[in-house]
């Protein structure tokens, strides 16, 4: 039997709206001992914006442990350009969003930015990198920053707290789901979650529509890529006959420049028979009285008449 997918961002959501289970998954992440845990709340994903033209953060998730460091979990599926940068700027504005106008620095918290990646960030073996703020030889500069990053595509080493919270995320039906041999609560919570929402009507017909949203997306994509391969081409073609013609122009002025010099005409008088620029003529002149066994292509190269801007 399918399951919904905790890869689209409702149901992942959701799944978070249980205390338990965000516990558990932050524990597991971090690592923070679930007895140092006592509370993690949902806050506003609405990140404060100073200026009118200034961007909106706008983040997944964020959470609040209760000693008031501030997590942002990311669920990512595509790719994006400038993920690096996008990831840095909300970890920013997580960081400086409370600090107001001649507030004192230690009022800023430790924040943290969790992604969890449906796509290969390297091509390293590991799947949960760690990210501080450290020197060339290792040595922390600050606790205050911190990036975890777990990408879901990878090979699991079968050892990690993370493990089964990836095979989660990664299950597609009920013999996924099996699968996953824990005893870890959060976990075991997370499941039981899972096969409620796979069973509710309701949010079976909401996942059906994201799922058609996301076949015609990939569709438009598809589309608009072929067009694009297909517009490319044709201009390909283009270019090259426009190309070929005008080499076959410029062959043909050097063919006509070595009759008129056979004929014992100067490079003046030829420019002026032919009405073309007499620097040109020269040039051409030139590079066939130092190079006579070269044909004509070879004249128009060395010239660099057929160069293709």
């Not at 558990?24 to 709340?41: A, T, W």
Request: hydrophobic fraction near 40%; charge should be positive.
């Amino acid at each position: 039997m399918a399951v919904v997918s905790l890869k689209f961002d409702y149901f992942f959501k959701y799944l978070m709206a249980n205390e338990k289970v965000r516990k558990h998954f932050l524990s597991d992440v971090l690592p923070i001992p679930l007895d140092k845990i006592k509370s993690v709340r949902l806050a506003n994903t609405f990140l404060w914006k100073k200026y009118r033209r200034q961007k909106q953060g706008v983040l997944d998730i964020l959470l609040i442990l209760n000693d008031d460091s501030k997590i942002n979990i990311e669920l990512q599926i595509k790719a994006l350009k400038y993920w690096d940068k996008r990831s840095l700027f909300y970890l920013s504005k997580m960081f400086t969003e409370d600090l107001l106008i001649g507030e004192n620095y230690a009022k800023l918290r430790k924040c943290i930015h969790i992604s969890i990646l449906d796509f290969n960030l390297n091509d390293r073996a590991e799947y949960h990198h760690i990210y501080h703020l450290r020197d060339q030889n290792g040595a922390l500069f600050s606790e205050l920053l911190e990036i975890h990053i777990i990408e879901l595509g990878k090979k699991l080493e079968g050892t990690k707290p993370v493990d089964d919270w990836i095979r989660l995320f990664n299950a597609r039906n009920e013999e996924d789901i099996n699968m996953i041999k824990t005893k870890n609560e959060g976990i075991l919570e997370a499941i039981r979650d899972v096969r409620q929402m796979s069973l509710s009507k309701g949010l079976k017909a909401l996942y059906d529509a994201h799922l058609k949203k996301v076949r015609d997306q990939n569709a438009r994509d598809d589309y608009v890529r072929d067009e694009g391969i297909a517009i490319g081409q044709a201009q390909g073609e283009a270019r090259g006959i426009a190309i070929g013609q005008a080499q076959g122009e410029k062959q043909k002025l050097v063919s006509m420049v070595r009759k008129k010099m056979a004929r014992d005409m100067s490079a003046a008088q030829i420019a002026d028979l032919l009405e073309e620029d007499p620097v040109l003529v020269t040039k051409i002149c030139t590079s066939i009285q130092k190079h006579s066994n070269w044909d004509d292509a070879q004249i128009c190269l060395d010239c660099k008449l057929c160069d293709v801007d």
